[in-house]
């Protein structure tokens, strides 16, 4: 819970909070390699819409994954 004090509150009256998809890394072998940290103040997000991410650890997810993937390429499609 990023919040704790705020318990009770619903999530829609909570400030924003994103956290780490590991969707994409972009950086320099060197750094990889060498077990530099991932973020710094450098570092920029890349926010992505949440209807257009699904995080798969199981069965279920990628079926909906696939559900989510047929929708999309339905509504292209029609367009």
């Keep these: 819970m990023f919040f704790p004090e705020s318990f009770e509150k619903r ?3 909570l400030p924003i909070a994103l956290h780490d998809a590991a ?3 972009w950086g320099l072998p060197e ?3 060498s077990g530099k ?13 949440r209807w257009r991410v699904q995080d798969i650890d199981t069965l279920e ?6 559900l989510i993937f047929e929708i999309l390429g339905k509504m292209k499609n029609e367009k």
């Design 37 to 49: 940290r991932i973020f710094a103040e450098h570092s920029t997000p890349i926010v992505l819409p």
């Design 31 to 33: 750094a990889w390699l």
């Design 61 to 66: 997810d990628w079926k909906r994954a696939e």
């Design 23 to 25: 969707q994409f890394y």
């Design 11 to 13: 999530s829609q009256d």
